[in-house]
């Protein structure tokens, strides 16, 4: 079987026409990502996807660290400012500034200062920025920036040396789970930030409650891998067998691991294998064409990235996030991945092919019956010498 896409449904795909490319185009799924957009925006979306014959996933945010809403969307920061990262407890929009020591601040939803302390890192925006902790104050922490860059309304605060505690089914997923899910009933229910098999025994029981009323209908569980808890060897032998679907969730696993961004690529091969014995199908997701969100080629690299995908690990499915949901290129990302996969199915076709008609196998086993020949040969003569 060869691998289908994920689409991240957003202002980029949330059309008609884009859609109908989609699926035209070996896009199987479109994901709706709870953590982004309002209720009636991701109705409106589920609908389109239907309608163009896609089915649906729906993506709970989960106990992820992220940004607060602020006013204007985004502002910038430059390398080695100082700023505020504040905890914030409402969803209002958020002025920027601290009037009183004029330092811009970053809304943070959760407050992280009791798990941070001096000189550790915390990442934003899958760590394209980086803060250095200066200080650590009551309800905040006083932070440099690293590097230059936008901080944007709702990005993920990743602290990989920092265990934060917070509960696994959040306001908002249970708002998710009690408002969206019996409107648009998608196929597949992912879940973020799992740590245990505990944690989808009560995911699956707040499904069943907000379900109580809908007969013949239930999701299908993918459980997203990003969590250094989770790669246990009994947490994911459990969680592999609880669920219907593994995601590689690639953007927090990298930052929730140390050391941080380089165990990837060792984790991703061994849930790939561990997928496979269990024989549970899998999506591989995150970052796969990132540089397409705002230019119309990959890298070699990410091309090298899907090949891994879809030839190597032979996954079931590969996801597209931002460049599908907000990037300048979605028709384009799918067109490169669709390409790949059947030029995958076209060669092994013709390598299958080949093999039959040129016997390669005959001929040099002929070759070695011939050589065999010639030194039995010479040994005869030899030995009459
Ligand atoms: N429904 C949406 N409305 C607006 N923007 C969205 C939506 N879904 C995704 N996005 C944007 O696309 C980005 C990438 O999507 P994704 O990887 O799913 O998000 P994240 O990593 O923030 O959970 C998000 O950070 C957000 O900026
Ligand atoms: C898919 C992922 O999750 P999200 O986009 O929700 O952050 C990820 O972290 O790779």
Excluded: W
């Amino acid at each position: 079987m060869s691998a289908k896409i994920i689409t991240t449904l957003g202002p980029a795909s949330g059309n008609p026409e884009v859609l109908q490319y989609f699926k035209e185009h070996s896009v199987e799924i479109a994901r709706l990502n709870g953590s982004h957009g309002i209720i009636e925006e991701h109705i409106r979306m589920a609908k389109l996807a239907v309608y163009a014959g896609l089915d649906l996933m729906l993506d709970l945010p989960g106990p992820k660290i992220r940004l607060g809403e602020i006013n204007d969307t985004s502002f910038s920061v430059k390398a080695g400012e100082k700023v505020i990262i504040e905890n914030v407890k409402n969803t209002k929009k958020h002025n920027i500034i601290d009037k009183e020591n004029n330092i811009k601040i970053l809304p943070c939803q959760f407050s992280i200062e009791k798990s941070t302390k001096i000189n550790d890192i915390v990442y934003i925006d899958d760590g394209k920025l980086q803060f250095r902790v200066l200080k650590v104050e009551a309800n905040r922490i006083q932070a440099e920036a690293l590097n230059s860059g936008l901080v944007k309304s709702h990005k993920g605060v990743n602290l990989p040396h920092g265990k934060i505690d917070i509960d696994f089914l959040t306001e908002n997923d249970l708002r998710l789970i009690e408002k969206l899910l019996p409107i648009i009933k998608p196929k597949y229910v992912a879940t973020s930030f799992v740590k245990t098999i505990n944690d989808i025994h009560r995911l699956k029981k707040a499904i069943q409650d907000s379900l109580s009323n809908i007969k013949d209908y239930y999701p299908r569980i993918i459980v997203k891998i990003e969590m250094a808890e989770a790669i246990e060897p009994i947490n994911i032998t459990n969680l592999i067998n609880e669920c219907d679907m593994i995601m590689i969730a690639r953007g927090d696993l990298a930052l929730e691991t140390t050391p941080v961004h380089i165990r990837v690529p060792f984790i991703q091969a061994d849930l790939v294998q561990r997928c496979q014995k269990q024989n549970k199908p899998f999506i591989i997701a995150t970052q796969i064409l990132e540089s397409m969100i705002t230019c119309p080629v990959p890298t070699r690299a990410e091309v090298s990235d899907l090949y891994r995908a879809i030839v190597l690990d032979k996954a079931n499915y590969i996801m597209l996030s931002s460049e599908a949901a907000v990037g300048q290129y979605p028709k384009e990302c799918v067109t490169i991945m669709h390409d790949l996969i059947h030029y995958n199915k076209n060669n092994q076709l013709e390598l299958n092919n080949s093999n039959k008609k040129l016997p390669s196998e005959t001929v040099s086993k002929r070759s070695i019956k011939k050589i065999k020949t010639q030194n039995r040969l010479k040994l005869i003569k030899r030995k009459r010498l």
